[in-house]
C-alpha cells in the first residue's frame, strides 16, 4: 500500500511539474515583448482582393493575422529606464510598447518614428524584425521613439483603439509626414530634390476613447501617400504585375564627389533652345519617375522613413495599433 501511494504521489508531483511548464510557456511568452502571434481566426485568407481581405477581418472581429503596436500615456514621474529596448534572448523579438506623456506640452515634440521598406529591396533582404527598438518619446528621453516594420509588398492594413477610463476624454492626435527615402545605393532621394510629396490620404487624425465597448478605427489612410518619386534604379519600382514600364524618364544634375555612388546634390538640368540639356554642376543623369495615388508608403524606396507627432490630452493611457498584412 505504501508502494502504491508513492507511486501515486510521485505521479501529481510530475503532474503539477509539467502543468507548471505549460504554464510558463503558454502564459510567459505573453509577456516577452512582441506579439508575433499569427492568430488566424478560422480559414484561410490568401487569393482575395484588398477590399475582399479588410472586409473578412471586420466580419471575425478583426482577429486576422497581425502585429501589434501598443502606445502608453504615462506621467511626468514615468520611469526612464523602461525606455530601454533589449531583444528576447531566446526569441529575439523587440518589445511591442511605446511610452508618451499621457498629456503632451506644446514645448516639447513627442515622435514615433516608424522604418520599412519595399518588399524587393536590399533592406528587405535582411529579414528585419519587427518591434520597438526606442520605447520612449523626446519627453522622457530626449529623443523620438522607433518602430521596425518587416516589409510587405501590398502593406498593411491599419486600426486603432484608445482604451482606458473614458473620464476625462482621453485622445491621442497622429500627425504623418515623411522623413526620408533611401534608394539601395544609398541615395536619400527626398534629400535630392526627386520625391514630389503631395502627402498622405489622411495626413492628420485624432482618436478617441468612446464609452461603451471600443470599436477599432481604420486609420490605414496615414499611410497611404500620393506624390512622385524619380529613381536611378528602376527595378523594383517601375514595372507593373505584367512587367510593362510605368514610369516616365527624365535627366537631373548629379554630383558625386567622392565617387562611392552616393550623390550629394542633384538639381534641374539646363535645357537650350534646341532641347539639348546640360550641366552647369554635376553630370547627366537619367531617373525614371514613378508617380504614386494612395500608395503604401513604405513601398516607395528601399528604406523608408516615416514619423508620427503625438498629441495627447485628457489622461490618455493607451492606444493598440495593429498592422494587418494584406497578402
Given at each position: 500500500m505504501e508502494n502504491k501511494n508513492s507511486s501515486l504521489y510521485i505521479v501529481i508531483l510530475g503532474v503539477l511539474a509539467l502543468s507548471g511548464l505549460i504554464a510558463y510557456v503558454v502564459l510567459g511568452q505573453k509577456d516577452v515583448s512582441v506579439e508575433l502571434m499569427k492568430s488566424y481566426a478560422g480559414?484561410?485568407?490568401?487569393?482575395?482582393?484588398?477590399?475582399?481581405?479588410?472586409?473578412?477581418?471586420?466580419?471575425?472581429?478583426?482577429?486576422?493575422?497581425?502585429y501589434t503596436l501598443n502606445i502608453h500615456g504615462k506621467s511626468d514621474s514615468f520611469n526612464k529606464q523602461d525606455c530601454t529596448v533589449v531583444p528576447d534572448p531566446v526569441t529575439g523579438q523587440y518589445s511591442n510598447n511605446i511610452f508618451v506623456p499621457s498629456y503632451s506640452s506644446d514645448a516639447v515634440k513627442n515622435q514615433i518614428i516608424m522604418t520599412s521598406g519595399n518588399a524587393k529591396g536590399k533592406w528587405a533582404a535582411t529579414a528585419p524584425t519587427y518591434g520597438v527598438r526606442d520605447a520612449c518619446t523626446a519627453s522622457f528621453d530626449g529623443d523620438a521613439a522607433e518602430l521596425v516594420l518587416p516589409p510587405n509588398e501590398k502593406g498593411y492594413y491599419v486600426t486603432s483603439r484608445v482604451l482606458g477610463k473614458p473620464t476625462d476624454n482621453p485622445e491621442i492626435t497622429l500627425d504623418g509626414s515623411l522623413m526620408w527615402v533611401v534608394d539601395e545605393n544609398g541615395n536619400d532621394l527626398l534629400v535630392l530634390g526627386l520625391v514630389t510629396d503631395n502627402g498622405f490620404q489622411t495626413p492628420s487624425g485624432t482618436y478617441s476613447r468612446t464609452t461603451g465597448k471600443v470599436k477599432a478605427v481604420d486609420i490605414t489612410g496615414l499611410f497611404e501617400w500620393n506624390g512622385g518619386v524619380c529613381y536611378f534604379s528602376p527595378e523594383n519600382y517601375c514595372y507593373d504585375a505584367a512587367g510593362q514600364y510605368t514610369c516616365t524618364d527624365r535627366n537631373t544634375c548629379c554630383t558625386d564627389a567622392d565617387a562611392d555612388g552616393v550623390y550629394e546634390t542633384c538639381t534641374d538640368p539646363t535645357v537650350a533652345l534646341d532641347g539639348t540639356e546640360s550641366c552647369t554642376v554635376g553630370s547627366l543623369i537619367p531617373v525614371s519617375c514613378q508617380d504614386y495615388v494612395n500608395e503604401w508608403v513604405f513601398n516607395i524606396g528601399d528604406f523608408v522613413g516615416y514619423m508620427w507627432d503625438t498629441y495627447t490630452d485628457g489622461n490618455f493611457k493607451l492606444s493598440n495599433i495593429r498592422f494587418y498584412p494584406v497578402r
Open positions: 480559414g484561410n485568407q490568401a487569393s482575395v482582393d484588398s477590399g475582399s481581405v479588410w472586409a473578412a477581418l471586420k466580419a471575425k472581429g478583426l482577429q486576422g493575422e497581425h
